[in-house]
């Protein structure tokens, strides 16, 4: 037996704060919002996808941000994005631990990690 994928990530957020999601991952990430099932929908919470990308919010009680874990995202334009979300009064704090890869880390309106990655050409 192997692991051949993976399916999705999810993340946390707190209960009633779906707009604020919508405008991070979907307006300013540009990762589309899918419906979540119906027997899922009342728990709260956006599900977002692109291609093999998906990331689910699912509503924690006593929510606590990701601060360290977190997922890595490819983009093929970091900089343009990075320049985006700095606009919309993202912190973005870029990142040269790794030589070969351009790389920076953002949190979402919630606190939680993410890094952003330039895709290789």
Known sequence: MTITALD???????AGREEEARS???????IPEVPKPAALAARGG??????SVKIHLGVETDFVPARKAHPALVTDDLAGLAKKLEAAGVAVTPDHA??????????DPFGNRIELVQGKP
């Open 98 to 107: 790794l030589a070969d890869t351009e790389r920076c880390f953002v949190r």
């Open 46 to 51: 956006c599900w977002f996808e692109i291609g």
């Open 8 to 14: 999705h990530v999810q993340l946390a957020m707190p």
């Open 24 to 30: 991070f991952y979907q307006d300013l990430l540009g």
